[in-house]
């Protein structure tokens, strides 16, 4: 079992409408949650971190935790095009302070 | 300022070389790691370390080394390249076991041919 999954996508959703992303993992002994923006050849950039359960909103970002469902959520509202990018999710677990990576989910704004 | 650089951002090499990949960061930071980004875009942790404890991904071959002057460096060796370890390198810090995230390097792409 992988200890992080991400739908794959690609996901296209036109200008303006709300993008939703959706993360799951596997050890519930997991301690912390990171969303990446990653745009092709760059490096991945923080978005959002949560370690709460309940949402946390950050400007058009929403991060969503369940720790009881082990769902972590992303939601993007008033997508743009420059949105267009692969978004990783990330955990951190509480041993070893290692962070386990999603396959990412590639998405396309539409203008 | 850059936060965490590494270098060389292109390697490309044949195969059976041994290479280097440099990584530096200035963030204070107890705690550097090594990705590999395949062609699917799926970041696979192969190293964590800091100064107490090395923690490698039981799946990394034994031809990665990480090499570790200082708690600002850890840098990447591969010896007896091969094809298949053509992918896009990532050096990362982050602070320990708190809920700090991982910052990241710019990346290193490296062809084998």
């Known amino acids: 079992q992988k200890e992080v999954e991400q739908n794959s996508g690609p996901l296209s959703v036109p200008e303006g409408a709300i993008a939703s992303l959706n993360c799951t993992y596997s050890?519930?002994?997991?301690?912390?949650f990171f969303w990446y923006r990653q745009y092709s050849g760059k490096s991945p950039e923080l978005i959002m971190s949560i370690y709460s359960n309940g949402d946390k909103e950050d400007g058009r970002f929403t991060a969503q935790l369940n720790k009881a469902s082990q769902y972590v959520s992303l939601l993007i509202r008033d997508s743009q095009p420059s949105d267009s990018a692969t978004y990783l999710c990330a955990v951190k677990k509480w041993t070893g302070n290692q962070f386990y990576f999603g396959t990412g989910t590639s998405l396309t704004v539409i203008p | 300022d850059t936060a965490v650089s590494q270098t060389p951002k292109y390697l490309v090499t044949q195969m059976g070389n041994d290479k280097s990949i440099k990584c530096e960061q200035n963030?204070?930071?107890?705690?550097m790691y090594w990705y590999k980004q395949d062609s699917k875009k799926f970041l696979k942790i192969m190293f964590s370390?800091?100064?107490?404890?090395?923690?490698i991904n039981e799946t990394v071959p034994n031809r990665f080394s990480p090499k570790s002057p200082d708690k600002a460096h850890l840098n990447l060796h591969i010896n007896s390249l091969e094809l298949g370890d053509s992918a896009v390198y990532f050096c990362?810090?982050?602070?320990?076991?708190?809920?700090?995230?991982?910052?990241f390097g710019n990346g290193t792409r490296l062809t084998v041919t």
């Open positions: 370390y800091n100064n107490k404890e090395l923690i």
């Open positions: 963030l204070g930071h107890d705690t």
């Open positions: 990362a810090s982050s602070q320990g076991q708190g809920l700090s995230p991982l910052h």
């Open positions: 050890d519930r002994g997991s301690q912390s």
